[in-house]
T-cell receptor, first 115, second 114 residues
Framework: AQSVTQLGSHVSVSEGALVLLRCNYSSSVPPYLFWYVQYPNQGLQLLLKYTSAATLVKGINGFEAEFKKSETSFHLTKPSAHMSDAAEYFCAVTLSSGSARQLTFGSGTQLTVLP | DAGVTQSPTHLIKTRGQQVTLRCSPK?????VSWYQQALGQGPQFIFQYYEEEERQRGNFPDRFSGHQFPNYSSELNVNALLLGDSALYLCASSRRNPRNTEAFFGQGTRLTVV
């Protein structure tokens, strides 16, 4: 079984400031981890993924995340926030073993970017 | 490439009715998964189809059923609708192999049950 906890349902940052969105996971086997972004009334868009290669993963729009096994974390960061980053962000986990791709999502973090 | 397409985009139904939602996967994808996203929550896995069979199922009642066609498109059916079924229903497609390919999501169908 696997689960995801996103700390902070709402995060506000000023434009140009560091963005840090937290994600901790629980998994019985080595996980695959993902960050998705959702804009209002839209589906989910993949930002980045960890699939057991490099622990520091770079994604689209300047986002990156680091897989830390000892801390069971996969926090999302961006050095400088832009107004267009305002959206809801979801961390998700799936098992690396087996053949199915059932994603388990966290409850999401709403990011607000202040001018 | 049109990506994952879902229809309809919005739907209003009455309690007790039945609804069918449709999904066409991204070109080259053979696996379709359905998720329910209630307002203010993360998506929850309903079930996954591959080779026209349900392969995995989440914690959803039998009122939720599905189908996959030979062209890999899929339908989600919900019977005896409840007010609590109101949600955004998301379809995701992926390739069975290799396993480290990501799932692509459609825009979703917003279902409102009144």
């Amino acid at each position: 079984a696997q689960s995801v906890t996103q700390l902070g349902s709402h995060v506000s940052v000023s434009e140009g400031a560091l963005v840090l969105l937290r994600c901790n996971y629980s998994s019985s086997v080595p996980p695959y981890l993902f960050w998705y972004v959702q804009y209002p009334n839209q589906g989910l868009q993949l930002l980045l993924k960890y699939t057991s290669a490099a622990t520091l993963v770079k994604g689209i729009n300047g986002f990156e995340a680091e897989f830390k096994k000892s801390e069971t974390s996969f926090h999302l960061t961006k050095p400088s926030a832009h107004m267009s980053d305002a959206a809801e962000y979801f961390c998700a986990v799936t098992l690396s073993s087996g053949s199915a791709r059932q994603l388990t999502f966290g409850s999401g973090t709403q990011l607000t970017v202040l001018p | 490439d049109a990506g994952v397409t879902q229809s309809p985009t919005h739907l209003i139904k009455t309690r007790g009715q039945q609804v069918t939602l449709r999904c066409s996967p991204k070109s080259g994808h053979d696996t379709v998964s359905w998720y329910q996203q209630a307002l203010g929550q993360g998506p929850q896995f309903i079930f996954q189809y591959y080779e026209e069979e349900e392969r995995q199922r989440g914690n959803f009642p039998d009122r939720f059923s599905g189908h996959q066609f030979p062209n890999y498109s899929s339908e989600l059916n919900v019977n005896a609708l409840l007010l609590g079924d109101s949600a955004l229903y998301l379809c995701a497609s992926s390739r069975r192999n290799p396993r480290n390919t990501e799932a692509f999501f459609g825009q979703g169908t917003r279902l409102t049950v009144v």
